[in-house]
């Protein structure tokens, strides 16, 4: 089964995209911010991160430049899921190694699209 880390510092937003996932038979695990996403990352086995930008402690693009150094996430697609929209901050999460990049509020089909195109 395909295991997805979901990190957002909103509970209303980690709760409809991890019920989005179950919904569609995926496995889900919550992090309210990058530090606890990092901490659950290290303890975990994950296909896929979903991640916001802008969190308390660590944010997604740092989330995602940490996990990049991690053997176990050097491939594992990295989805932002954000508010932020600038060419300029989709650039710095690319930097970081960012998969892909999903503006809020999400579609749901187009999520889970997003998903099937970068999981393997």
């Known amino acids: 089964m395909t295991t997805v880390l979901v990190v957002d510092d909103s509970n209303s937003i980690r709760d409809m995209v991890s019920f989005t996932l179950k919904s569609a038979g995926y496995q889900t695990v919550e992090a309210k911010d990058g530090r606890d996403g990092l901490t659950k990352a290290q303890t975990?086995?994950?296909?896929?991160?979903?991640?916001?930008?802008?969190?308390?402690?660590?944010?997604?693009?740092?989330?995602?430049?940490?996990?990049?150094?991690?053997?176990?996430?050097q491939f594992t697609p990295i989805l932002m899921l954000t508010t932020e929209s600038s060419t300029d901050m989709k650039m710095r999460g690319k930097s970081a190694g960012a998969t892909g990049w999903l503006v809020k509020p999400f579609n749901p089909e187009k999520l889970l699209a997003t998903i099937k195109r970068v999981v393997r």
């Open 44 to 73: 975990g086995r994950f296909d896929l991160v979903i991640s916001d930008v802008n969190m308390p402690n660590m944010d997604g693009i740092s989330l995602c430049g940490e996990l990049r150094k991690l053997p176990n996430f």
